[in-house]
T-cell receptor, first 110, second 114 residues
Framework: KNEVEQSPQNLTAQEGEFITINCSYS?????LHWLQQHPGGGIVSLFM???GKKKHGRLIATINIQEKHSSLHITASHPRDSAVYIC????????????FGTGTSLTVIP | NAGVTQTPKFQVLKTGQSMTLQCAQD?????MSWYRQDPGMGLRLIHY???????DQGEVPNGYNVSRSTTEDFPLRLLSAAPSQTSVYFC?????????????FGPGTRLTVL
């Protein structure tokens, strides 16, 4: 059983499209992180959320604690956004260790 | 700052061989961790450390050992490599194990066990 579920698994979009990636979790968490894994394999942190909404450039992340759900939005998508986006949660009962979703592979076509 | 560094980037081992994956960070982070990433699965925690001299097991610790003699270094040892340990390994660090701290990841080590 995976505590973190992401959808969709794969996503192809035309340049300029608005993109949404979803993350659902089933247990109590202390924080949720969105990560980006580049085609070369490197992983960088995009957002850390414990409530509400955050925005950075064309990326917006939201979290609904009651519904145990988070979304990552990309506005005006660009081919350089092509990457794997990973949702990770810190699960309270495990001493705040990270648990990761399997990732959403995004391809943006020019 | 170099951030989090890992060596080697690629490694091929034969079953039964041992090796150490190196991880170092220059950000004075207390919390360091090792993950493995397998196709179709999320990153899974192998071992972690909340400071020098303190380590603990994660979700998938079997077949791996760690030690933390300094704040900067957190090596991962494979005692007797098995094909099931073929994976991409990531080291990560953060200031604390606190909930608001961002993790910084190394570039990864791709390990193949034949």
């Amino acid at each position: 059983k995976n505590e973190v579920e992401q959808s969709p698994q794969n996503l192809t979009a035309q340049e300029g499209e608005f993109i949404t990636i979803n993350c659902s979790y089933s247990v109590g968490i202390s924080a949720l992180h969105w990560l980006q894994q580049h085609p070369g394999g490197g992983i960088v942190s995009l957002f850390m959320l414990s409530s509400g909404k955050k925005k950075h450039g064309r990326l917006i992340a939201t979290i609904n604690i009651q519904e145990k759900h988070s979304s990552l939005h990309i506005t005006a998508s660009h081919p350089r956004d092509s990457a794997v986006y990973i949702c990770a949660v810190r699960i309270t009962y495990t001493g705040n260790q990270f648990y990761f979703g399997t990732g959403t592979s995004l391809t943006v076509i020019p | 700052n170099a951030g989090v560094t890992q060596t080697p980037k690629f490694q091929v081992l034969k079953t039964g061989q041992s090796m150490t994956l190196q991880c170092a960070q220059d950000m004075n982070h207390e919390y360091m961790s090792w993950y493995r990433q397998d196709p179709g699965m999320g990153l899974r925690l192998i071992h972690y450390s909340v400071g020098a001299g303190i380590t603990d097991q994660g979700e998938v610790p079997n077949g791996y050992n760690v030690s933390r003699s300094t704040t900067e270094d957190f090596p991962l040892r494979l005692l007797s490599a098995a094909p099931s340990q073929t994976s991409v390994y990531f080291c990560a660090s953060s200031r604390l194990a606190g909930v608001r701290d961002t993790q910084y990841f190394g570039p990864g080590t791709r390990l193949t066990v034949l």
